[in-house]
């Protein structure tokens, strides 16, 4: 009876399409749903037809199809219903048997089921899979890290189903340790929203500062898909622009400005905090969505405050062009800063990433696929340990390019009362990094004057603090020095 190459257990759209792109790579899939009738109408519907998908009711059923190793997919909601499963399929699993967690997990929690299992003998891997249904179907990005015992027997069907480059390479590569390739998955989703606001904030931009119809920002968005911008979130909103409802309405225009949200952005956002790293782009893509989702009060207080009442004045053309550049030059921004994430995670938790190969894997399948990320590809390959992204020569040409479109793009946006939090976080983030000097010694001074918090000099070695009696009324006695 062990026939089948690989289980997976949950069958909603994600679990589903995996299970039919691993059948049509060759590989026999025994599947399993808590709702049984999720099975069999998977079973008589979707796979009906195809003989080596085996429906099973139990996961004891489930569990005795496999071939050894034993390789079982789980693809159900992140949280307890992970660990649930876990419990579920351990009693029927031996030593080097795989678990494969295929949801959008915690990467705290795919580094602890990582350990507990591997306590076990069991070898765990935590794999970030993007590029919703269709990619699930023809082609996902997916990142897999865990414990690499297990990489050689999964690399096959997960390099076979994943999407692959223009070149033919496969979209899908181990990442590293742990819960690495959770975490990987979720700085992918942290810079999804980040992609995602920056062309809200350019679709607001283009309607509501420059009066531009539907049909016109379709062709807009149309033109820039063909350029830079090139990728798919740029794609998707160009039809999305062009789409009508029933009564001929744009169906854009009717939906609900009010962003929902699973998590990954926020986390991306925390454990940016929590490593000091700054990573304001996306903070600001998170916090936007907060402040759309305070739908009743935005209301309200749109009654109450008023903004400058300024119209646009000037090329609309030329300042298209202005908005394509600025666009180029945050989604720069955007990178630098969630591959400098990486990197201090990956130091932090002693991983080895290879970022040219993280690249690769967004580079097709996943939400942000984009001819940007070759580009990005080829800056780690020319210097894998490149510090930030902005010191490639090809980025830095394009950011000191393109800054004059983006200074005039926030400007304008300011004084035409756009909210542009992510566009105008990009020149903040860039003003303060290319900055030898910051006001950051009138700050440490503040905390010295009034909590005695001590400071370095630019007199003295690094190192070497100091505390001042401010007032000549304070004591001499300083603070600790700590960072968090
Ligand atoms: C992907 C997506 C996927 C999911 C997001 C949506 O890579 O395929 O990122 O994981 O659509 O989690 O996230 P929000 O609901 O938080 O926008």
């Known amino acids: 009876m062990s026939k089948a190459d690989i289980g997976l257990i949950g069958l909603a759209v994600m679990g589903q399409n995996l299970v039919l792109n691993m059948n049509d790579n060759g590989y ?4 399993y749903n808590r709702t049984v009738q999720k099975m069999t109408d998977f079973i008589e519907g979707p796979a009906k037809g195809r003989d080596t998908i085996y429906g099973t009711q139990t996961i004891e059923e489930l569990v005795s199809m496999l071939k050894r190793p034993r390789r079982v997919m789980l693809m159900v909601k992140a949280g307890e219903v992970v660990d649930h499963f876990i419990e579920q ?10 678990i494969i967690d295929g949801g959008n997990s915690h990467f705290p929690d795919s ?5 507990t299992l591997a306590e076990k003998g069991i070898l765990f891997i935590g794999a970030g899979v993007s590029g919703g249904e269709e990619g699930a179907r023809r082609g996902p990005s997916i990142m897999p890290g865990g414990n690499e015992k297990a990489w050689p027997a999964i690399k096959d069907i997960f390099q076979d189903i994943s999407a692959k480059t223009e070149t033919n390479e496969a979209c899908c590569d181990w990442v590293g340790n742990d819960g690495s390739g959770h975490y990987v998955k979720m700085v992918h989703n942290g810079i999804e ?6 062309i809200g904030e350019a679709y607001q931009l283009l309607k509501d500062g420059l009066g531009f119809s539907y049909p016109e920002m379709h062709e807009i968005f149309s033109k820039w898909n063909e350029g830079p911008l090139d990728s798919y979130l740029i794609e998707i909103t160009r039809d999305i622009l062009n789409f009508k409802d029933e009564d001929g309405v744009y169906l854009v225009e009717k939906i609900l400005d009010s962003a929902g949200q699973k998590g990954t952005g926020k986390w991306t956002g925390i454990s940016a905090l929590d490593l000091g790293v700054p990573v304001t782009l996306i903070g600001e893509a998170v916090f936007a969505r907060c402040l759309s989702a305070i739908k009743d009060e935005r209301l309200e207080a749109s009654k109450i405050l008023s903004g400058p009442g300024v119209k646009f004045e000037g090329d609309k053309q030329s300042f298209v062009n202005d908005i394509e550049k600025a666009l180029l030059f945050a989604k720069i921004i955007s990178y630098t800063q969630g591959f400098m994430l990486m990197r201090e995670a990956a130091k932090e938790n002693s991983w080895t990433l290879n970022y040219g190969s993280i690249a690769l894997m967004w580079r097709g399948g996943c939400i942000i696929r984009s001819a940007f990320l070759g580009k990005i590809k080829e800056a780690y390959d020319k210097n894998p340990e490149l510090k930030s992204l902005l010191l490639d020569d090809y980025f830095k040409d394009v950011v000191l390019e393109s800054q004059g479109a983006l200074r005039r793009v926030v400007a304008k946006a300011v004084e035409l009362g756009i909210p ?3 566009l105008s976080t990009s020149l903040a ?14 700050l440490q001074a503040q905390r010295d004057y009034f909590g005695a918090h001590t400071y370095e000099r630019l007199d003295k070695p690094r190192g070497q603090f100091f505390h001042t ?6 004591g ?9």
Do not use: C, H
Not at 89 to 98: K, N
């Open 28 to 31: 026999g899939v025994a599947v």
């Open 89 to 98: 399929v351990l009693p029927f699993l031996e030593e080097g048997d795989i």
């Open 111 to 115: 580094n602890r089921r990582a350990k």
């Open 193 to 198: 929203y980040g992609d995602m606001q920056l």
């Open 420 to 422: 542009v939090p992510t």
């Open 429 to 442: 983030f860039f003003d303060g990094y290319r900055s030898e000097r910051l006001p950051a010694n009138l």
């Open 469 to 474: 009696n401010w007032t000549g009324k304070g």
């Open 476 to 484: 001499n006695v300083s603070s600790s020095t700590y960072d968090v």
